[in-house]
């Protein structure tokens, strides 16, 4: 059993390094007690910038920051929220944000966009360098491909709500870290609670990740509904994947049809 678990590990992290070398990463900094620090993974937004690599959704990509501290944020009451509350509130609440280091190198802070009363959410991961730039989600190539998905199902995107875990963009496209997402993550389920979607759609490993507070990969969760505070939640693939893997377009356009079935059935 103990062999069979280190194999498992020592496949993860050639798995990781592997990745690393992909996206061009030329140093790597350990933190002592490495085996106590949750797993991270990619970041999949900024597809407009041409370095940017393709990433790998595979069942070794994990990204949960599933520490006790983060996990209390998304095990908070919300139905004890005011009664006033509301997407204008939680923007005000956020304000010109300094809550963590990414606000010394945003231009925006990007806080979603659409119809406050949308029936689908759509939620990724954090702002790319367009987003950063016009203060929007999902206005650069990933987001020009998004609106081609929302449009195959018969919508607009003013017909849904688009947002991400992360309000800002961090610096040379990384992923965003635990600190990060702890500090950010609540308002993005504020926002979910207002609007009480009837779907919420996580596009990718990091917004799927981080709502469902799981390790598993896209490829593994997606394709099938699942009951997320009296919504259905369902996991797809990001847009930048899609550029960079135009085969797995088969992949989410099913996913598109089991969303269109199910807001045709109500």
């Known amino acids: ?4 678990r280190r194999s498992f590990y020592l496949q993860q992290l050639k798995s990781r390094l592997e990745f690393y070398q992909e996206i ?24 407009s910038q041409p370095e940017t690599k393709a990433v790998k959704e595979s069942p070794t990509n994990s990204y949960a920051a599933e520490s006790p501290q983060s996990l209390s944020l998304f095990e908070e009451d919300y139905s004890q929220m005011s009664t006033d ?13 300094q809550r963590c280091k990414l606000c010394s190198t945003r231009t925006h802070i990007v806080f979603g966009s659409g119809n406050p ?14 987003e950063d730039a016009q203060g929007l989600p999902f206005v650069g190539r990933a987001g020009q491909l998004l609106t081609k998905i929302i449009e195959s199902i ?13 309000k800002c963009r961090p610096p040379n ?18 926002q979910l609670e207002v609007i009480k979607p009837k779907i919420v759609c996580c596009l990718g490993a990091a917004a799927a990740q981080t709502i469902l507070k799981t390790k598993s990969s896209v490829g593994w969760i997606r394709g099938r509904f699942q009951d997320y505070r009296g919504a259905k939640l369902i996991v797809t693939y990001h847009p930048a ?15 598109m049809k089991r969303i269109k079935a199910l807001l045709e059935s109500n």
């Open 1 to 4: 059993m103990a062999e069979s």
């Open 24 to 47: 061009g990463l030329e140093g790597l900094f350990l933190k002592p007690h490495l085996s106590q620090e949750p797993p991270q993974t990619y970041s999949e937004e900024d597809v």
């Open 85 to 97: 509350e509301s997407l204008e509130k939680i923007r005000q609440d956020i304000g010109d944000c």
């Open 117 to 130: 009363e949308a029936r689908l959410v759509f939620v990724g991961e954090a702002p790319g360098a367009d």
């Open 154 to 166: 018969n919508l607009k995107r003013e017909d849904v709500y688009i947002c991400n875990v992360i």
């Open 173 to 190: 496209n990384r992923f965003p870290e635990k600190d990060e997402i702890s500090t950010c993550s609540p308002f993005l389920l504020r």
């Open 241 to 255: 994947y899609l550029l960079r893997n135009p085969e797995a377009k088969k992949d989410v356009w099913e996913d």
